[in-house]
């Protein structure tokens, strides 16, 4: 399996922008699909992104389409997640995840997460 390290979060202002990013090691990220999902205090965790493993493919949640991008560097084993006109809405914990499909049951690797807190 390949482990995860999420970085990158911080406290940001409503409008602001940061960008996660998700480095693999222990095995071949890239023939992993990569995910990004989150997971608010006292709810469900949620889906928020997710990419093939060439980059070519990418789906996101309605809540985030048009403000968050996500992309990988399959050299640097590296998985990335733009996040643009942030507003509170988006504070939560986010974990990347890599499996072998784009399918979240597939998703078997998980980072431990950081946190994204967005003030209003």
């Known amino acids: 399996q390949v482990q995860l390290v999420e970085s990158g979060g911080g406290l940001v202002q409503t409008g602001g922008s940061l960008r996660l990013s998700c480095a693999a090691s222990?095995?071949?990220?890239?023939?992993?699909?990569m995910g990004w999902f989150r997971q608010a205090p006292g709810k469900e965790r949620e889906f928020v992104s997710a990419i093939n493993w060439t980059g070519e493919k990418t789906y996101y949640a309605d809540s985030v389409k048009g403000r968050f991008t996500i992309s990988r560097d399959n050299a640097k084993n590296t998985g990335y997640l733009q996040m643009n006109s942030l507003n509170p809405e988006d504070t939560a914990v986010y974990h990347c995840?890599?499996?072998?499909?784009?399918?979240?049951?597939?998703?078997?690797?998980w980072g431990q997460g950081t946190q994204v807190t967005v003030s209003s």
């Open positions: 995840a890599a499996g072998v499909s784009m399918r979240e049951p597939d998703f078997a690797s």
């Open positions: 222990g095995s071949t990220f890239s023939i992993y699909a």
